[in-house]
Structure formats: structure tokens, C-alpha cells
């Protein structure tokens, strides 16, 4: 059975950082396209950040970009998300996501999705 389990998030003060992990098992993790995805009140989920199989590539969207690093650990079975220099529009539930196909920039192929983990970034 596939679990992937997003741990990390919580309230931060504008300006703080926080780092995401995803714990995940029951699929060959080394082989999926891991990403990051969030989504805020009343608006469509997004994705902010994913790496490939091994690593090597990594997209980020543009609102992150600088202040961002996804990586992953294959022997753990596990992706991280650290987001520098919070800002209050990063407020969101964020959710970890797993691809069998495609690449970091269009992820595809079998799908799955953690549960997500609420960021809420206020003073």
C-alpha cells in the first residue's frame, strides 16, 4: 500500500524558514518524480517545486525561485522542501506528490498524493 506522509508544517513568522519532508513507501521511490505542491484558500493547487529520480534536475516556480530547496534522499525514501524568507503569501496547505512518468517540468504517468500539511505563515 502506497503512503506518502508530509510532515513539517505549522505557523512561521513572516521572514522564517521551513523545511517539509515527505516520508514515503509502498512504491519504488528512487524510480517516481517527486514533487511539491500547495494550494491556498480559494484558489487552484500548484505546483511549487520537483526533482527527478535521482536528483539531478529540479523546477521551481517562479514565486519560490531563490528561496527554495527540494531534495530527496533515496536510501530514506524521503523529500524535503525548505522555503527561506517566508512571506504570508506562502500560507497554504502543501502536499507531496509522486510521478511515474514524466519529467520536473510536466510530471506524469501514476500519481500519488500525500495528505498535505498546513503552513500558515503570520506574525
Not at 484558500?41 to 536528483?55: D, F, M, T, Y
Not at 504570508?88 to 500519488?112: H, I, L, M, Q, R
Amino acid at each position: 500500500q502506497v503512503h506518502l506522509v508530509e510532515s513539517g508544517g505549522g505557523l512561521v513568522q513572516p521572514g522564517g524558514t521551513l523545511r517539509l519532508s515527505c516520508a514515503a513507501s509502498g512504491f519504488t521511490f528512487s524510480s517516481y518524480v517527486m514533487s511539491w505542491y500547495r494550494q491556498a484558500p480559494g484558489k487552484e493547487r500548484e505546483l511549487v517545486a520537483a526533482i527527478s529520480r535521482i536528483g539531478g534536475a529540479t523546477n521551481y516556480t517562479d514565486s519560490v525561485k531563490g528561496r527554495s530547496t527540494i531534495s530527496r534522499d533515496n536510501p530514506k525514501n524521503t523529500v524535503y522542501l525548505q522555503i527561506n524568507s517566508l512571506k504570508p503569501e506562502d500560507t497554504a496547505v502543501y502536499y507531496c506528490k509522486a510521478n511515474g512518468g514524466g519529467s520536473v517540468v510536466a510530471p506524469s504517468g501514476s500519481t500519488y498524493w500525500g495528505q498535505g500539511t498546513q503552513v500558515t505563515v503570520s506574525s
